[in-house]
Every structure is written in C-alpha cells, then in structure tokens.
C-alpha cells in the first residue's frame, strides 16, 4: 500500500529539547491519531512535516515526494489546519475565499459553497465574531477545497463541545471515504481515537512510543496489578509507569513481556487514557 505521509528518522533539537528518531507511516485512506502530553513534540513534528520549522536529519515524504525538495508540488497535496485561525480577524466570512483561493492551482468554488453552507457558516459575520467551532468549520471549508489529499490538523477538536466535536470527526469521516485522502491530526481526546483512528502513534518526550494499527495498539500492553511483594526487581524492570501503595502496585507492560509473571499478577486490557497515563507516568521505555 502506498503511503500519503512517512517520516523516518526525524530529528530536531531546541535548547530543552529534542526530536529523536521519530518515524512513522501513513497509509493512503487512513486516519492516524498523535497524541501525546503537553510538550511531548506534536507541533514540532507537524512543523516539520510542514517546513515551518528545519528539521536536522531525516527523511519525510508526502504521496513519496520530499517535504522540502519538492516543497511547491507538496503544498498543493496537502492541507494544515491549526487550532488557532489564520485568517485576518476583520474579514467577513464570504472574503475569505477572495483571499486564499489564489493560493492554489485547484480551487473548487462550489464545493467552499456547499462547504459553507453544509456548515451553516454566517457569510456576513467577521472572523472575529465566529465561534471556536465555526472556526474550525471554516478552516476545514479552505481546507478541503483545493484538491489536497492529506489533510494535517494539530488539536481540531480541543475547545469544541462533544456535540461539535462529533461533527467535525464525522467532516473527516467523510473526507477520507472516498479511499484516496488520508488524515493526519494530533488530540489529546481519546474519545476522538477511539471513534475514528485507524492507526495511532504515541509520541512521549520527543520519541515514538509506539505507532501502528489502533487495534493493535491494544492487545501490546496490559495492565498489571498485585501486591506490593509481587513486585519483583525482574518485573520493576518490565513495569511502565508503576505506582505503589501500602498493599500494591499498579502499571503496565507489553505484551510481549507476559510470559512467566508472578502468580497472583493480575492483568487486563488497557484502555488508551490508561496508556497514556502509564506512559507519562514511566521512565523511557521506548521501541
Ligand atoms: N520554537 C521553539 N523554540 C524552543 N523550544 C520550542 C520551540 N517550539 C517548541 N519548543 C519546545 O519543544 C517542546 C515540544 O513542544 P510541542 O509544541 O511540539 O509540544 P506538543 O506535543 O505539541 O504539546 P501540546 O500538547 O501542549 O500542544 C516543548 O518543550 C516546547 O517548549
Ligand atoms: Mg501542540
């Protein structure tokens, strides 16, 4: 299968922090989630993937073109949307198009309309006097209707009521049902995983945790329980993200690392706050 987005082997580095080898991919008429902590390097790669920041080493390509060496021909294919608005706070919803379209060899008039109006967009109210919703509404409307087959959002459901929200992930359902357009959108709502992603891929401390098939995602760790002298030094060393109290203890590991636990080791499936929480909670264990 061919692949809309794939990065390999990001790198980049601010003074506090750094990108190391993140890699991942994103296979064409799929939905990947990013998610991650405050600070975990969600901007930062999208950043990258966009060019608006330099990355140090690595390689990322969208539909297999280079994101800088073929910079022109990229922009056309794909879409950002940020979750702070862009547009000049003054304009008026029907300006709006007057000013962007130019930006692209494929504007398609009427389907902004039928974007516009499927939204239920006010065309006089200014941008300023939009709600957050109605915002990312009209984003998306520039967003989708220029021919770009990968859309890349950062945070497009954070602030949105769950009524909102559950519009906006339904918009993406539809875009991408076609089977030729892939979305690529970071959240920290599990919810919005749940109900759309067909990958994920966890990023914690500026390195992937773990990437792959939301399924999948999964049946890779359990959660563990037992008592506090269950917790061996063999096992301490498998246990993401352990916490102890006066009678237990409470983490997770990967599946893979299953095999002969302790009897009276209790463990189930996790759910993906669960892994989160363990995550942010452990040393590095990364793949
Ligand atoms: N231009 C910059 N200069 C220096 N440090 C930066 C810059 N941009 C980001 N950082 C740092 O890089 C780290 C990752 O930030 P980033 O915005 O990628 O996180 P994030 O995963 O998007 O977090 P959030 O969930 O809060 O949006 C943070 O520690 C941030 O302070
Ligand atoms: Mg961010």
């Not at 539809?174 to 030729?180: K, N, Q």
């Not at 919810?191 to 999948?216: C, M, N, W, Y």
């Not at 301490?236 to 990967?254: E, L, Q, Y």
């Not at 009276?264 to 706050?273: H, M, Q, R, S, V």
Request: contains cysteine; aromatic residues 8%; charged residues 25%.
């Amino acid at each position: 299968m061919d692949n809309a987005l794939e990065v390999q082997g990001l790198c980049k580095t601010y003074d506090n922090f750094a990108l190391s080898n993140v890699s991942f991919s994103l296979p064409v008429g799929q939905i990947m989630g990013f998610v991650g902590q405050n600070g975990a390097g969600k901007t930062t790669t999208i950043r990258c993937i966009l060019n608006m920041a330099v990355r140090e080493r690595g390689l990322i390509t969208i539909f297999g073109r280079d994101n800088i060496k073929d910079e022109l021909a990229v922009k056309q294919e794909l879409a950002a949307v940020f979750d702070e608005i862009f547009f000049v706070d003054t304009w008026r919803v029907r300006e709006v198009e007057k000013a962007v379209k130019g930006f692209y060899s494929q504007w398609d008039a009427s389907l902004y309309d039928m974007f516009i109006r499927e939204f239920e967009l006010p065309l006089d109210r200014q941008v300023k006097a939009l709600s957050r919703g109605m915002k990312m509404k009209l984003m998306l409307a520039v967003a989708m209707s220029h021919g770009a087959k990968l859309l890349i959002l950062d945070e497009p459901t954070s602030g949105l009521d769950p009524v909102a929200r559950e519009e906006l992930l339904e918009i993406l359902r539809d875009y991408v049902a076609g089977g030729d357009k892939s979305v690529f959108f970071s959240t920290h709502i599990t919810s919005d995983l749940e109900r759309i992603a067909d990958l994920v891929t966890l990023i914690d401390h500026g390195q992937i945790f773990h990437t792959g098939p939301k399924d999948a995602l999964l049946e890779h760790f359990l959660v563990v329980k037992g008592g506090r002298s269950d917790l061996t030094e063999d096992l301490k060393r498998k246990v993401i993200g352990v916490s102890t109290t006066a009678t237990g203890f409470n983490g997770m590991i990967r599946a893979s690392d299953s095999a002969a636990l302790p009897p009276g080791i209790e463990t189930e499936a996790p759910a993906i706050d669960e892994i989160l929480v363990h995550i942010s909670k452990g040393e590095a264990h990364h793949e």
